[in-house]
């Protein structure tokens, strides 16, 4: 199986708890989507400076789609 550094990085899994559902079960609704936001602002404003920008660009749409599907 080839890693996924965005969608499922080993590194972010513990047992069968992956760190963003403990972080969103540790918020309010209104701290995740800050979460969330802050995140997508972090990686596009680094991912010219890392040397990995489609990487952080996929991060980006990571956690862009999770704050969409917040908003339901």
């Not at 047992?15 to 802050?38: N, P, R, T, V, W």
Request: proline share 1%; hydrophobic share 30%; aromatic share 12%.
């Amino acid at each position: 199986m080839k890693k996924d550094n965005v969608n499922n990085p080993e590194h972010y899994t513990s047992g069968d708890i992956e760190c963003i559902d403990a972080i969103k079960s540790s918020m309010s609704h209104e701290e995740y989507i800050g979460f969330l936001k802050g995140n997508c602002i972090k990686y596009l404003w680094r991912y010219r400076l890392k040397g990995k920008a489609k990487e952080d660009l996929n991060k980006t749409n990571f956690y862009l789609n999770k704050l969409i599907e917040a908003q339901s």
